[in-house]
């Protein structure tokens, strides 16, 4: 165990350690933009992203991955925190962290392979375009000088790492943003700086408990939300995780990750910070710094507090224009580009799943149901693509008396319509044989469509004769983990 | 598959040795040599990018660069690890084995060694890593973790190795080193070389019946045997035994004690390991 913990933490010091600060530098400005989306003080944003990062280094289960306070959870806060204010979103993101542990030991993340890739695809997307558009009303209503700050920031980020040597060793946003500072302080222009927006911390954080009666009423109105936290915080999770995966060329433990994302929320939660989650964004700033192991997230927290509580008189003199520069970058960087050249590429029904999801997340800006109809519409999609494979063809014996029904394929919900349909029941037969030794049978539906099949010959008075329905039927037995098995996957999806 | 000697080689110095090693055990045990080379692919990026920005498609170009630095890498070391399994086959044919398998694989090597347990009989290793090669004093960062992940002997090379002529075995009545004597008794690793059975500890009624029925156990399958107590610390008394009786390999149990009194006191396993000069047998 010591041997593994020195694995896990200290094996790669100075790269974790570089990018740990990387990290920090560029959750500072990410924090305080969704505390902003949220809308609370930035205050409870920064302390999230410490809580989390911090508890996460401990108990998460990717190593190298960022988790903080992130746009996809604070969108879904933004009216409890109206209608009912910020003890309440403290108490959510305590019941938050509880859902994430259950979920964790029950093991959901094993649904994650029902979301498929369009889904992920759509999800990125959609969440890039509402962070993009969490901008907009820094952007709307103001003076000129804020275009050309933002503009200018922008510049900065994307030109500055293009100068040899010193380019790749200083992060952009940081130099953006002290630039713009500078500029701001030194030429007094009228625009909004972080101090407007909020209380900044001011001390190192302290353990609270929320302020809020704790009784059934309290429950039912944070429970919603903190179904919605969950689902989309962990799905956030997975996803990352698996990009870091991908990344690393390693793996994850996705059940450890899930309770500890729970831990952590509930250690944000009593110091007085938001819901949070793994950053897609943040995760891959990571990464590209040369961060792969625990301490990296653990070093980005603890840098991004003493940053936070010892330079907060200058934090708060950020000028607005700086941090929006900055959640543009966010918002590029995590939009996948080459999704837009795959659109056509790739067949109609899978840009259908991805267009639909990030359409259904941007119209309601709650990623849970954009995933959730996501997920529909490729499990349709899906069964409507199985369904067609099925052939039903007969051939003529004894003479015009009897008539043999082969059916080759699968019969389910989806494509029991098309079976039915295929039978011939205004030709008078004497007896007719339904060859099913190459169908499978997945569900009653499909059972209860034979069954009709049946009765409607009986009816015509013709006599009905089956093969193979035992081989066809034995599909829809609930639990038959063959896959594992060449011979029995052979015999239960081959020709008997 | 039959259980095999399996050597871990790599570009180190020690690996010579472990291929003379490896050659004798197997010719002794009669088992299959099998020389393994491990890969490991995905250690962290010597360049950094501290740009700290995100362009459009990072997440893409970043999963290239990445892919792309570890491809290069990788066709580098297997055609190196190729070559070094080449040489040390040469080099255990010469040395009289029949026929040396060579095995190739990707991963770290704690863990390859762990998938791979099930077909070793013996697995010899040396000291250190090519990565580690001038630590002096220090053991291999992997060694020590391979030998609290597997649970079959462990022959460690520390520099040349030449036939044992006189073995000693660290013996202290613990079940495993009970266990210890009975393999050794029955091994033909060891057949026609004299054992020196060595209890640390004072000269007491107990320790000397242990002692006697060590070198009982011995004799009786047809071995030289010797015995001594001797009162100390534990790595500085069995140094000492070592050099005054020109011992030339060292048999003993590994990791006899918790993980927290080895964080508290260190290991004498790890002791022992770090201070060789001759080859050590870990029995697990």
Known sequence: MYEKMKLSWFSNLKGDTLSGIVVALALIPEAIAFSIIAGVDPKVGLYASFAICVIIAFTGGRSGMISGATGAMALLMVTLVRDHGLEYLLVATLLTGVLQILAGYLRLAELMRFVSRSVVTGFVNALAILIFMAQLPELTGVTWHVYAMTAAGLGIIYGFPLLPKIGKSIPSPLVCIVVLTSVYLLTGMEIRSVGDMGELPDSLPVFLWPDVPLNLETLMIVLPYSLMLTVVGLLESMMTATIVDDLTDTKSDKHRECKGQGIANIGSGLIGGMAGCAMIGQSVINIKSGGRRRLSSLIAGVVLLMMVVFLADWVSMIPMAALVAVMIMVSIGTFSWSSIKDLKKHPMSTNMVMVATVIVTVGTHNLAIGVFVGVLLAAMNFANKVGNILYIGSEEADEGSRRIYKVVGQVFFASSEHFSGAFDFKETVQKVTIDLSRAHFWDITSVQTLDRVVIKFRREGTEVEMIGLNEASATIVDRFAVHDDPEAVEKLMGGH | ?284
């Open chain 2, 1 to 284: 598959m039959t259980e095999q000697v399996m050597a871990a080689i790599d570009g180190s110095r020690f690996s010579e040795g472990v291929c003379d090693a490896a050659a004798w055990a197997s010719l002794a045990l009669g088992a299959p040599l099998t020389f393994l080379h491990v890969n490991d692919n995905h250690a962290a990026p010597e360049e950094r990018n501290l740009s700290g920005n995100l362009r459009a498609g990072a997440r893409e170009r970043l999963l290239e660069e990445l892919s792309l630095l570890d491809e290069q890498r990788a066709k580098v070391a297997q055609e190196q690890g190729r070559l070094m399994l080449q040489a040390a086959k040469e080099r255990a044919i010469e040395d009289g084995v029949a026929e040396p398998g060579t095995r190739q694989r990707n991963g770290t090597l704690v863990e390859t060694l762990e998938e791979l347990q099930n077909d070793m009989r013996l697995l010899v290793i040396g000291k250190r890593g090519e990565g580690a090669e001038h630590d002096g004093d220090h053991l291999g960062s992997n060694l020590e973790r391979v030998v609290r992940t597997l649970h079959r002997p462990i022959l460690m090379v520390p520099d040349a190795f030449k036939t044992p002529e006189r073995v000693v075995l660290a013996f202290d009545g613990s079940k495993t080193t009970r266990k210890g004597v009975e393999m050794m008794a029955k091994s033909p690793l060891f057949a026609g070389i004299p054992v020196h059975v060595v209890i640390v500890g004072a000269e007491t009624g107990d320790n000397r019946s242990q002692l006697d029925w060590a070198l009982k156990t011995l004799r009786d399958a047809g071995h030289e045997a010797e015995g001594a107590i001797r009162a100390g610390e534990v790595e500085a008394t069995l140094r000492g035994y070592k050099e005054e009786q020109g011992i030339d390999m060292l048999v003993m149990g590994a990791y006899g004690h918790s993980r927290i009194r080895h964080l508290l006191v260190g290991s004498t396993t790890t002791e022992m390991l770090r201070r060789a000069s001759v080859p050590i047998l870990l029995l697990r």
